[in-house]
């Protein structure tokens, strides 16, 4: 006779409060419908699933032993969340995850009272959670801060900066270490398990207390040798001397899939009353989904995908993607020159720059989530006469900026910046939105600053940062796949601050920085239709300005309209302060700026947030009959 199945458990959960009325016992079958409800969910909307998979126990674990929201709990790269989602009440809309007016994709404060503090970047929980220590130990209150901090998080520099100021001030504070690639640890069992729970019983670490006072009345030099012999001994057994220097009690490692070890230690550390404590767990990524545990990346991100077989939805445009593009070129590009280096913030396939791995191992590093040091450490490679590409997505470098300014640009080093995901990039949202590298790069005294307009001129634009030698460059590409357009056999570096003119007229000119290129030549057809006879330009450049272009169509056109996929004080900014220069200004010229809106768009499809911003053909129409002063419906009407 078969088995009768067991009642769901998930059902019966809104918010963790239902969760705690469970019986431990029950926690294991919680944790398995948990993870097929996150399976399935993400099949549905694509997204992160890998490092999701891999924190179903702990999440459960906190939720049941934390008294969350009054408990803080904070995760560290976002996109472990997807599971703590499902869990605080958000259940019923997880699969509208990363859809337009759905739930975001990483953690975000304005979406639940769960969710204490936005984090779709890494390495920033300890910091947060130590300042939300100390504002509640001001305030005299005694609810716990637990951050969660892992996926590769620990590679960045502002994690043990935090860890150093939490150590010094004694805030009580617990930090989880979930250590997902092994990189820390090996395997764990039941000793380990045994050790850790008696490393931080209450019984353990009163005695310890016990033993620090009767130390504190011995001479000083006995005082140090006592205080060395625990943590010795201590670290012998359990490991943790880093963490233990760096002020915080360490736990671990455990198992973060086992769930009658991680409920004791957890209980354990909740009622301490030390200062700060590191538990150390072990997870795997892709837990508990053989197509995820299998893969090289563990499905970090995936698109939609079917729950059976894993294999993921293929996309139907047969343009090729701008990423790749640019890997391919760079490759090209290396085969003839071994200056050519590349170096990846812990975003190599993200990035492209695993391709470039495959053919050059050795000129190409992946220096962790460490954006400043792969700037400096590029810089370093620059001075000894290498070509390094510091490849890192437009908001990840934003991480770098005080390094582009002192280590690149005031010594004039020829880095070459790679900026992937520059513009909107959809269902990430605007925590990953490449909008403000030109306002932040053209601004810089000799740095070159290119946009690909499509994914020929980047393959020309690759070419001509191997050729710039004497000072740094920026190139710009957005995600996702080009126009189509045909592509050059190989690369020909541009002239430096020259732009080009794809389509003649004589009353419009639009001026486009970047890919929206496209979209102005859509428009310039439809303009066309009412009449109106369009320029369309790529600037290529927005520093140096192509300055005699800009000056010929400002003198020959009645309007000019610049278009770019970034924010406000970028390219129309250069474009202006030139013409006000040349006093072009003063000549009657009705000239108006495209940019993103000034907000935080939330996330949708790309093509959706363009439009919203008015960044489509539809948009740079409407502007063009704004600039002269006409009503495009009524002019839609005449020409029916």
């Not at 809309?93 to 204490?116: C, H, M, N, V, W």
């Not at 309209?561 to 072009?584: D, K, M, Y």
């Amino acid at each position: 006779m078969p088995k009768p199945s067991k009642t769901p458990l998930l059902d019966r959960i809104d918010t963790p409060d239902d969760l705690r009325q469970l019986e431990a016992t029950d926690l294991p079958q919680l944790a398995e419908e948990l993870r097929a409800e996150t399976i399935d969910a993400v099949a549905v909307t694509g997204g992160h699933l890998g490092a999701g998979l891999g924190v179903v126990e702990l999440t459960v674990a906190l939720h049941y032993v934390f008294d969350t929201p009054r408990d803080r709990l904070i995760w560290d790269v976002g996109h472990q969340a997807y599971p703590h989602k499902v869990l605080t009440g958000r259940r019923d809309r997880i699969r509208t995850l990363r859809q337009g007016g759905g739930l975001s994709g990483f953690t975000k404060r304005a979406e639940s009272e769960y969710d204490p503090f936005g984090a779709a970047h890494s390495s920033t929980s300890i910091s947060a959670g130590l300042g939300m220590a100390v504002a509640r130990d001001l305030k005299g209150e005694r609810n716990n801060v637990i951050a969660v901090i892992g996926d590769g998080a620990m590679s960045a520099g502002m994690a043990y900066e935090a860890m150093n100021n939490a150590g010094a001030m004694d805030s009580r504070l617990i930090v989880i270490l979930n250590d997902n690639d092994m990189s820390i640890a090996p395997p764990v069992g039941a000793m380990s398990a045994y050790l850790s729970r008696t490393l931080s019983s209450r019984t353990y670490l009163k005695l310890r207390d016990v033993g620090k006072q009767l130390a504190h009345r011995l001479p000083k030099f006995i005082e140090y040798s006592a205080q060395r012999a625990e943590e010795f001994t201590r670290g012998f057994w359990a490991g943790g001397t880093l963490f233990d220097e760096l002020g915080f009690y360490y736990v671990g490692p455990i198992d973060g899939h086992n769930l009658d070890h991680l409920l004791p230690v957890l209980r354990n550390v909740r009622d301490a009353n030390n200062g700060p404590i590191l538990v150390h767990v072990v997870t795997q990524k892709g837990k508990g989904y053989p197509p995820a545990e299998t893969s090289a990346d563990k499905y970090h991100g995936v698109v939609k995908f079917d729950v059976a077989t894993g294999t993921q939805a293929k996309s139907k445009s047969n343009a090729p993607a701008y990423t790749r593009v640019f890997a391919e070129s760079l490759i090209k590009e290396a085969r003839k020159d071994d200056r050519i280096v590349a170096v990846t913030a812990a975003m190599p396939s993200g990035t492209g720059l695993d391709l470039f791995a495959e053919e050059f191992p050795k000129r190409c590093f992946d220096v962790g989530i460490a954006e400043q040091h792969a700037v400096t450490f590029s810089a370093g490679l620059a001075t000894e006469g290498f070509k390094p590409f510091a490849t890192i997505y437009s908001t990840f470098l934003q991480r770098a900026y005080d390094q582009v300014v002192h280590d690149v640009a005031i010594q004039s080093l020829p880095v070459r910046f790679a900026i992937d995901r520059a513009g909107l990039v959809g269902a990430d949202g605007p925590t990953h939105a490449g909008a403000f590298d030109v306002a932040y790069l053209a601004c810089l005294p000799g740095f070159v600053v290119m946009a690909a307009g499509d994914e020929a001129e980047l393959v020309h634009m690759v070419a001509t940062q191997v050729a710039i030698d004497d000072r740094p460059s920026a190139l710009r590409y957005p995600r996702g796949e080009g126009l189509g357009v045909e592509m050059p056999a190989e690369g020909k570096p541009l002239e430096i601050g020259k732009g080009r003119i794809l389509r003649e007229g004589s009353k419009i000119a639009l001026l486009s920085f970047g890919t929206r290129l496209g979209e102005c030549l859509k428009a310039a057809d439809e303009l066309a239709a009412y009449g109106l006879s369009t320029t369309v330009a790529d600037a290529r450049f927005a520093k140096p300005l192509d300055t005699n272009l800009l000056l010929r169509l400002a003198r020959e056109h009645e309007v000019l309209i610049t278009v770019e996929e970034g924010s406000i004080g970028g390219f129309s900014a250069q474009v202006f302060q030139a013409l006000a220069e040349h006093g072009a200004l003063d000549r009657g010229l009705k000239i108006r700026a495209m940019v993103l809106p000034d907000v935080f768009l939330d996330h949708d499809t790309p093509a959706a947030m363009y439009a919203r911003s008015g960044l489509d053909a539809k948009g740079i129409v409407a502007k063009a009959f704004e600039a002269l002063g006409k009503d495009v419906t009524a002019e839609t009407v005449k020409l029916a």
